[in-house]
């Protein structure tokens, strides 16, 4: 019976060890379930936080490109106004130099229709001188009179048949 009482007592005190040992690995994996859950939970924290980051610098890119949007319209309008005054400016010159031009034409044309005018009167002018010449040579010619005169008239009159030609 001592053997039995002893042998219960060994199993006794090896079922109390083993309770002790099993509660010890309890509180132990307690121990790190807790700190599991609280590295969990600083995770979740950090995540959140890094999320948030995300988002910030998310909003900060479509800020960005917000701004970039409205800075590239604002250099197109730029480039587009430059290009109208360069076109306005080239359209004023070449209507200028158009002006000039006819400008310059309408005073030649002014100047070649006096000179027509002088020259029709000048023509005019000797076309009358020859025909009394050539009246003064038949009257003449009919008298016989004086051959020098006749001779003198005729030269007058080829001169004169010369410079309306020249003119």
């Known amino acids: 019976m001592e053997q039995d009482f002893k042998k219960k007592e060994v199993e006794l005190s090896t079922a109390r060890r083993d309770a ?31 999320l948030k980051q995300i988002d910030l610098a998310d909003a900060k890119v479509r800020e960005k490109d917000d701004d970039l949007r409205l800075a590239r319209a604002e ?13 306005s400016s080239i359209n004023k010159r070449e209507d200028r130099d158009i002006y000039e ?38 009257s003449l010619k009919l008298e016989r009179d004086n051959n020098r005169q006749v001779k003198a008239l005729e030269s007058q009159v080829d001169d004169l048949k010369g410079q309306l030609y020249e003119a």
């Open 20 to 50: 002790l040992n099993a509660i010890e690995s309890q509180k132990r994996q307690q121990e790190q379930l807790t700190d599991a859950i609280h590295k969990n939970n600083l995770y979740k924290i950090e995540t959140e936080e890094l």
């Open 75 to 87: 250099y197109d309008r730029k480039v587009k106004s430059v290009e109208e005054r360069i076109l």
């Open 101 to 138: 031009l006819r400008r310059d034409f309408q005073i030649q044309l002014e100047k070649l229709t006096d000179e027509i005018k002088v020259l029709k009167e000048d023509e005019a002018y000797h076309t009358k001188k020859i025909e009394k010449l050539e009246a003064e040579n038949k």
